[in-house]
Every structure is written in structure tokens, then in C-alpha cells.
């Protein structure tokens, strides 16, 4: 059964997340009076993409790795993550510090690919990416290690258990927080800095096109599923229901609806600048702080 | 006395001999010819007097033993004057003395003369190329009378912009030749510091299409309207109105008053497309793209309309010299009032929530800001220059077609910056909608009987000059025309509202984020077409020829690297 967890948490985060992003399109375009294509495109702009010839634009190796290595990261944290509350085969031998890692390699190999593609775009879309890991990496650490606090524990079952375990002040100013960090997460309006399109031209991903380009895509939507995946099963793991097909119904279905919002919140917003968003991070930073402070003082 | 005869006494005075002669006889139009050694202190005293510098326009006038010659015209807003000064120089010695240390605004102006016509700018702080590009042949003017409008020099191999080197402790971001923020081509090489922009150098004028010297060469009179409205595809009637005006003006045709208010209707349907137009792409570039749709849902009524009207949603096709080409019937009257109302009302709404918008406020504040001195120092017009506390309107200023019987505010703010911009081009939308209304009010009063448009009566005499401005969207559009022989214009000068405007942006980029760059850029709404008007050839291909649609396709699949 261990073993069969790592599977369905792989076909989990492999087959909902273009949903999710055909569900973002669906819900901006009703937003902007559009039609708006169906909700299965993304999974045909995936497949057209693979289908294409690989475009190498810069000689050497770490362009190419890249996709490959974000890809491959993303997935090895999201098999590692607890099903039905329960550690699976492989989540066994990892802990907390194991899925931070996992994750900021992730981010890091779009780093490296954007740096190695050597375009002035991609650089400045590189800088930005990576002023917004430092600024947000501390918010998602400071949420598990809340977490930890609480549940006494460094596995990822107890930790994220530990989260939800008390509904007390820090329970909800860590909520508020990981709430207000949301859209910045799934990296969307106003903070899809990295990436904006008619400033940066999509930054990191300028250089990459067809199969190379797919991986980031694929990356991209299976790291905002993760985000809104950790907001479902730590804060309210308290919602679980007993049976296991309907825990990963329900999942599903309060993933979809966080999407509808961040869609809703991103339609409604232009993009904030680097220097606006980082005083915001900033802020959220001290707030998670605040909470995991409350935290160990137990309240 | 009025400001024209003082103006003419203050020349004589200061100028004596070097006074060649005045011609006044078009109302709220003064010219002037010169000695050339007197240009300086003439653009002085008309600085002095309050003038606004607007074109400089030049043209070879060798076939009548006159060398080439030079205009710089002047605008003054307060007294419903304009006045062009006009100076010769020999062909064996064609230079003039510069006056862009003077008025920085000239820069462009003197710089597209000295690649088109071979003149020489004593004086002028930066003479590199502006119009031809780098692999253009020296020697070769295309202006010149006895360079033919089709010749096409062969392209060298290798060649690339020849940019200025970054300063020191900056590098280079380059938006440009083509960017998803910049709807035509144009190359801004950006230096920055981090996100910060430390300083801009522009390479544009790519889009050859040789459209002054076409209407100097192979068309005439009449096809000139329509030639003039494909300049932009945005404010087209703007260019064809401003032709036909300065025609009539050369002529002496005075039109009917019917086609006077419908020229006013077309134009003001231009301007809240337009602006409609606007609102969406600034906000598409600060990534509000919900804006964009819902300002372009409100336009494509007008576009609806506009075909209803014309028979085109753009490029309408009405303006021609003497008149119109459609009427407005009563009942296209009421169509436009319909659609006017719910534009305006869908608009109230729009307004709202970008005024309700926090993020709009911090995106747009502060951003791109100039100060009011900055700003007639190089002659910003439109929008741009009234969201920094220039208060000019041509349509109020010097009152064309029918305006001087319509009332409308001019929205005005001082706070310099993009937001200010965004504030005057949403009122403008408001203003432009009570202007149809009356416009229609006035017909509906006016004989049925009046003509749409009037005959020439004779051909026009060769020599006459007319100077003309219209208030585009995107500000005042000025064309020079000088008529010639051969039933077409001798010279025929374009300048588009962005041609002063983009002059400017890399001072208004100065000290703003990376980030800013495409709303900054955008906020002037540059159109790049109307200021890349003048070249001449494709260079890549050796001969003139047509090239089709199927031909083109064919190309495109052909070509996938380099050439």
C-alpha cells in the first residue's frame, strides 16, 4: 500500500495541475468578457509542445538540464508528500528540510536555465526570480516549521498534522499569511514578476521553446498545484473525511476553488513591480515570524 | 495690432536687410522668408515672443535656382498664430546654423534633412544618422528631385545598428527592433543599473514607406487623402483631414460647413477609438489585461459604427479635398447617438474601477514624470504635454473645420507622470462624445442642399504654401504643404504628434525602474508608422516590385534563418 501511495500521488500531481491552469484560463477569460478556450487545452498546448523539434538556442549543457532537473525535482517532492495523512513508502526517509530542498531546487534550475541561456531578458527575469525565492522561501519554511513546532515532530505527516492540530492565534495568522502569500506562490498577477511578458518577454523561459519549454511548463503547474495542495491538507487537515477516495475527491475539488480565486484576484490586478513586491514579502516575512513566535509560546 | 503685425514689425526691425518678404494673407498664418544668416536670431525673437516649436521642414528647390531651402515653423497658442520662417541655401553650399542647441525639439528635424537632402547643420550636437539606415550608400539623397522614388541601392552584408557604447557601470537591455511592449518596430537600447534605467539611446525610422516623396512624385492632389490616411492606422482621418486643410488653405477653397462638422464627427470617432484603444494597451503593459479586454469590448462599438458610417471600421476613406464623401443623414445621426450612449456610460463604468484600483496608482504614479519647463523645452504636444500642465489644444487654439462653433473643456493636470496622462485621455473620451453631439445638433439645423464637397475651380498655382494642424489623438499633427506643378504638391511634410514625443521619452525613462519601461514608452502612445513616414525603399531586394500575398506566404515558410 506504501508503495502504491508514491504512484497515486505521481498521477495526482501529473494529471490535475493543466486542469488547474485550463481552470485559470476559463475563469480570467469570463472575468475579461472572453469565451475563453476549454478547459482541457492546456493539456494539448503540452502535448503540441512535446511534439515539436527541440530548439537548442545555447550551447551547453546546463541549458539543456535545466527543464529536465526542475521537472525531476518538482516530481521527487511531490511523491514525497503524505497521502491521507499516512507517510508513504518513500516519504519514510524524508523529512521537512528534504521538501524545502527539493523545492528550491526546482526554482533554482529555472535559475540556471534562464542564466546559461545568456539573453539580457532571461537574466533580468533570472534576478527577479531569484529575489523572489529568498523573499518567499521563508514564508513557506516559516508555515511547516510552524508545523513542526506544534506537532514536535520533523516528518512531514506529523508536521503538517501539527499545523492544523490547534485552531489558535497562530493558527490563523499563519493562515492570513499563507492566504496573502498565495498568488504570490502560483506566481500570479500582480506578482508574476519573473515572467512578465511585455516587460521580460516571459524572462526565464525566453530562450525555450517546444519540448525544453513544455518541462518548465509542466514544472510551473505542478509547483502552483503544490502550493495550493499544502494550503488544503496543513491547514485544513482537520476537514479530512475517513475514507480515502473521498479525501482525495474533496482535495481536488478545494484545490479547483482556490484556483478559482487566485484566478479571480489575478484577472483583477496589474502586475506590481519588483521593489513594490518585495516590501510586500517583506511584510508577510515579519507576520510568519510573529506567528511562529506565538507558536512556541503555544498560543 | 495684432500679433501678426507686431510680429512682422519686430522682424523687420531686427533683421533689416536680411528681411526678405511676408505673406499674410491666410488667416492665423504668417510666412516669412528670411536670409539665412538671420535664422538663429529669428527662432530667438519668436521663442522670445512665446512661440512653440513645431517641424522643421525642408525641401530642394534647385529646378528654381533657389538651392534648397529650410522652414522651422512656430506655434503661438494664445493668439491662433502660425508662422513658418523660411531661409534658403545655396546648392554648391547647402548648411544651415542649427538650432537644436537652441530648441533641443528641432534635433529630429535636422538630422532626417541632413540624411535626406544632404544639408549640413552647423552647430548640431549630435549628427549621427536618423532616417536612413547604416548601409545606406553616402551620397545617395532621396529626397532630391533627381533621385527617383524607387531606386534602390543593394544592402551591404553585414550590418548592424551602430549603437553608442553604454556608459560606464551599466548594461544593456534591448527593447527592440521587435518587442511584445512595442507594437511596431523600434529599437530603444536600454542602459540599466540593476532595475534602474540609467540612461536610453533610440534607433527607429524602420518602417520605410517613402510616403512623402510618393506624394511628391507619382500622385496627385486628389490621391493624396488616401495615401494619407494609410500613414497610421489609428489616427488615418487625422492625416487626411490635415492634407485636405492644407491644400484648401494653399487654394483658397473655403468647404461647405455640412462637411466641416462631418470632418469634426469622423475625427472625434477616431479620437474615442483611439483613446478606448489606449486605455486597454496601457493597461495590458502593466499587466492588467482585464482592462485591456473591457476598453476593447467598449471600442469595437465604435468600430461597428464606424462601418456602418463609412463602410470601414478604420481607415474611413471620408476626407477628401473640398469636402466629404458620405453624408450623415438623419438617421446615422441617431445610430451614433445610441451607440455614444451606451459607450459612455459603459466607459462611467470602466473609470470607476481603474480609479477604485490601488495598484494602478502605485503603478502609475510618479512613473515617466517630466516637469512642465522639461516639457516646452521639447515641445511635448497632446495628452502627454497636458498631463504636465501644458494647457494646448489645437482644436481650441487654432480652431479647423467647425470647432470654433463646438464647446468642450480641455482636461488638463499637473502631475507629470502617467497617471496624469491616463486622467486627461479618459476625460478627452467624455469631452470628444459631448462634441459629436453637438456636432449632430448642428447638422440636423444645417439646408439639406449644402455640398458634400466642392470643385477645384482651375488648377492650383504652383508656389502657394499652406500650413495646417489637426489634434490627433495622440496630439498636434502638422502638415507643411508647398504646391507645385504637374497637378501634385511640390513638397509635402508629415509631422505626427509622436515625432516631438518620442524625442523625449529617453528623459522621461531617466531614474524610472526596468519595469516601467513598456508603460512609459506606452504612455505617449507612440505610433511609430506616422513618424517612420518618410523612407524609401525595401533595401533588401535590388528593383522595385510588388510583392503579393501568396508571394509573401510563400517567403515567410522559405525564409526560417537569417535570409
Not at chain 1, 513546532?149 to 492540530?165: D, E, N
Not at chain 2, 474601477?353 to 516637469?371: C, E, F, N, P, Q
Not at chain 2, 463646438?406 to 473620451?429: A, H, M, N, Q
Request: with cysteine; glycine share 8%; hydrophobic share 45%.
Amino acid at each position: 500500500m506504501r508503495i502504491v501511495a508514491v504512484f497515486i500521488n505521481l498521477f495526482f500531481f501529473l494529471l490535475l495541475p493543466p486542469f488547474l491552469e485550463g481552470v485559470m484560463r476559463k475563469i480570467t477569460a469570463r472575468v475579461q468578457s472572453r469565451q475563453g478556450p476549454p478547459l482541457y487545452q492546456p493539456y494539448l498546448d503540452l502535448l503540441k509542445l512535446l511534439r515539436k523539434d527541440n530548439l537548442v538556442s545555447a550551447p551547453n549543457w546546463a541549458f539543456r538540464l535545466a527543464p529536465l532537473l526542475a521537472l525531476a525535482s518538482i516530481l521527487t517532492a511531490v511523491v514525497i508528500l503524505p497521502l491521507h495523512g499516512q507517510e508513504n513508502f518513500l516519504s519514510q526517509k524524508a523529512d521537512l528540510m528534504t521538501l524545502i530542498y527539493l523545492l528550491t531546487l526546482s526554482g533554482f534550475s529555472i535559475l540556471i536555465g534562464a542564466l546559461a541561456s545568456g539573453n539580457p531578458f532571461g537574466s533580468v527575469g533570472a534576478s527577479r526570480e531569484m529575489m523572489t525565492i529568498i523573499m518567499l522561501e521563508p514564508v513557506l519554511a516559516m508555515t511547516i516549521i510552524l508545523g513542526a513546532v506544534r506537532g514536535g515532530t520533523m516528518s512531514l505527516s506529523g508536521a503538517l498534522q501539527g499545523v492544523a492540530s490547534t485552531r489558535s492565534l497562530s493558527y490563523f495568522l499563519m493562515l492570513a499569511v499563507y492566504l496573502l502569500a498565495l498568488q504570490a506562490f502560483v506566481s500570479r498577477q500582480p506578482f508574476d514578476i519573473p515572467e512578465a511578458e511585455v516587460e521580460i518577454l516571459e524572462g526565464p523561459y525566453v530562450e525555450y521553446s517546444g519540448p525544453n519549454y513544455a518541462l518548465f511548463r509542466y514544472t510551473l503547474n505542478i509547483k502552483r498545484m503544490f502550493y495550493a495542495w499544502l494550503l488544503v491538507n496543513g491547514f485544513l487537515s482537520f476537514l479530512r473525511p475517513a475514507s480515502f477516495l473521498l479525501d482525495l475527491l474533496l482535495q481536488a475539488v478545494m484545490i479547483i476553488l482556490l484556483f478559482v480565486l487566485i484566478s479571480v484576484v489575478g484577472a483583477t490586478h496589474p502586475r506590481f513591480r519588483i521593489d513594490q513586491a518585495i516590501k510586500y514579502y517583506a511584510f508577510l516575512i515579519i507576520l510568519a515570524l510573529a506567528a511562529v513566535g506565538l507558536g512556541v509560546k503555544g498560543l | 495690432m495684432s500679433k501678426k503685425e507686431l510680429l512682422i514689425s519686430l522682424l523687420k526691425n531686427k533683421l533689416g536687410a536680411d528681411f526678405l518678404a511676408e505673406e499674410t494673407a491666410s488667416p492665423g498664418r504668417l510666412f516669412v522668408d528670411i536670409k539665412k544668416e538671420a535664422l538663429r536670431p529669428v527662432v530667438q525673437l519668436l521663442l522670445e515672443q512665446g512661440g512653440r516649436y513645431q517641424v522643421g521642414v525642408a525641401y530642394d528647390a534647385r529646378k528654381n535656382g533657389q538651392g534648397f531651402a529650410l522652414l522651422h515653423t512656430f506655434a503661438f497658442d494664445r493668439e491662433a498664430l502660425l508662422v513658418a520662417v523660411r531661409t534658403f541655401a545655396p546648392e554648391d553650399n547647402p548648411e544651415f546654423d542649427s538650432i537644436t542647441p537652441v530648441v533641443p525639439g528641432a534635433g529630429w528635424s535636422e538630422r532626417e534633412y541632413r540624411d535626406l537632402l544632404g544639408l549640413n547643420f552647423k552647430g548640431h550636437p549630435n549628427l549621427k544618422r536618423l532616417v536612413l539606415s547604416d548601409d545606406w550608400p553616402e551620397g545617395i539623397y532621396p529626397l532630391r528631385q533627381d533621385v527617383p522614388h524607387d531606386l534602390m541601392p543593394p544592402s551591404a552584408d553585414e550590418m548592424a545598428f551602430r549603437l553608442d557604447q553604454a556608459p560606464a557601470g551599466t548594461s544593456v537591455v534591448p527593447f527592440g527592433p521587435f518587442h511584445s511592449s512595442l507594437h511596431e518596430p523600434a529599437h530603444f537600447s536600454v542602459y540599466v543599473d540593476g532595475e534602474d534605467i540609467k540612461g536610453c539611446e533610440y534607433r527607429g525610422f524602420m518602417t520605410h514607406r517613402g510616403i512623402e516623396k510618393l506624394g511628391q512624385t507619382e500622385l496627385t492632389y486628389n490621391d493624396v487623402p488616401f495615401v494619407a490616411e494609410r500613414i497610421c492606422g489609428i489616427c488615418g482621418s487625422v492625416h487626411s483631414a490635415n492634407y485636405a486643410q492644407s491644400v484648401e488653405a494653399a487654394a483658397g477653397l473655403k468647404i461647405s460647413r455640412r462637411a466641416e462638422f462631418i470632418r469634426v464627427v469622423m475625427l472625434e470617432l477616431e479620437r474615442l477609438h483611439s483613446h478606448l484603444l489606449w486605455l486597454g494597451v496601457a493597461g495590458h503593459l502593466i499587466g492588467f489585461d482585464t482592462v485591456f479586454m473591457q476598453a476593447w469590448r467598449i471600442r469595437e462599438k465604435i468600430m461597428w459604427l464606424a462601418e456602418s458610417l463609412t463602410g470601414n471600421r478604420k481607415t474611413y476613406g471620408m476626407i477628401i479635398i473640398g469636402g466629404v464623401r458620405r453624408n450623415i443623414t438623419s438617421e446615422k445621426a441617431e445610430d451614433i447617438r445610441k451607440v455614444l450612449q451606451e459607450v459612455e456610460k459603459e466607459t462611467l463604468a470602466l473609470e470607476k474601477a481603474i480609479v477604485k484600483d490601488k495598484t494602478i496608482h502605485k503603478r502609475t504614479r510618479g512613473v515617466g514624470y517630466l516637469s512642465k519647463e522639461e516639457t516646452i523645452k521639447w515641445n511635448l504636444v497632446g495628452p502627454v504635454a497636458r498631463a504636465r500642465g501644458l494647457d494646448i489644444d489645437v482644436r481650441r487654439d487654432h480652431p479647423y473645420a467647425a470647432y470654433d462653433e463646438l464647446e468642450f473643456d480641455v482636461p488638463v493636470t499637473d502631475s507629470g507622470d502617467v497617471w496624469g496622462t491616463l486622467v486627461v485621455r479618459l476625460k478627452e473620451i467624455y469631452e470628444a462624445i459631448k462634441i459629436i453631439r453637438q456636432s449632430l445638433d448642428k447638422l440636423a439645423k444645417l439646408p439639406e442642399s449644402e455640398p458634400l464637397a466642392l470643385e477645384l475651380e482651375g488648377p492650383i498655382p504652383a508656389g502657394q504654401q499652406g500650413l495646417s494642424v489637426v489634434e490627433a489623438p495622440r496630439g498636434e499633427a502638422v502638415h507643411y504643404v508647398l504646391t507645385g506643378d504637374d497637378n501634385r504638391p511640390e513638397r509635402w511634410r508629415v509631422r505626427a504628434p509622436t515625432y516631438p514625443n518620442l524625442q523625449a521619452v529617453p528623459q522621461m525613462l531617466l531614474n524610472n525602474k526596468l519595469a516601467d519601461f513598456p508603460i512609459i514608452v506606452g504612455s505617449i502612445d507612440p505610433c511609430i508608422s506616422c513618424t517612420d513616414r518618410v523612407m524609401l525603399v525595401e533595401l533588401r531586394e535590388n528593383r522595385a516590385r510588388k510583392v503579393f500575398r501568396q508571394e509573401l506566404e510563400k517567403m515567410s515558410r522559405q525564409v526560417r534563418f537569417g535570409r
